[in-house]
Nanobody
Framework: QVQLVESGGGLVQAGGSLRLSCAAS????????MRWYRQAPGKQREWVGE???????NYQDSVKGRFTISRDSAKNTVYLQMNSLKPEDTAVYYC???????????????WGQGTQVTVSS
């Protein structure tokens, strides 16, 4: 099986920064896209951004210029650097990835358990 484990969440004041990490482990042959989602209280989970295996990143408009996604493929880890945080960024942040478990080529989608980010005003 494959596990995704997020870390780095916490409480920060508005204008501050946090760096989230998500490490994938288990039966991994390769990883294609790695994504970040978030879910605020009472709201649906929303896509924050993603990075391809070729390290091309795309972002939701509300975080462009403030958030940066990067990855270390050797460590099967994706990062979310969050700067200029706002109270509306408060949410549980989830990691998501498309993982190939063997050479046959089929990708499976996995989720992490989430990490809480709270931005105080």
């Amino acid at each position: 099986q494959v596990q995704l484990v997020e870390s780095g969440g916490g409480l920060v004041q508005a204008g501050g920064s946090l760096r989230l990490s998500c490490a994938a482990s288990g039966s991994i042959f390769s990883i294609n896209a790695m994504r970040w989602y978030r879910q605020a209280p009472g709201k649906q989970r929303e896509w924050v951004g993603e990075i391809t295996s070729g390290e091309k990143a795309n972002y939701q408009d509300s975080v462009k210029g403030r958030f940066t996604i990067s990855r270390d493929s050797a460590k099967n880890t994706v990062y979310l650097q969050m700067n200029s945080l706002k109270p509306e960024d408060t949410a549980v942040y989830y990691c998501n990835a498309d993982v190939r478990r063997d050479y046959t080529g089929q990708y499976y989608n996995y989720w992490g358990q989430g990490t809480q980010v709270t931005v105080s005003s």
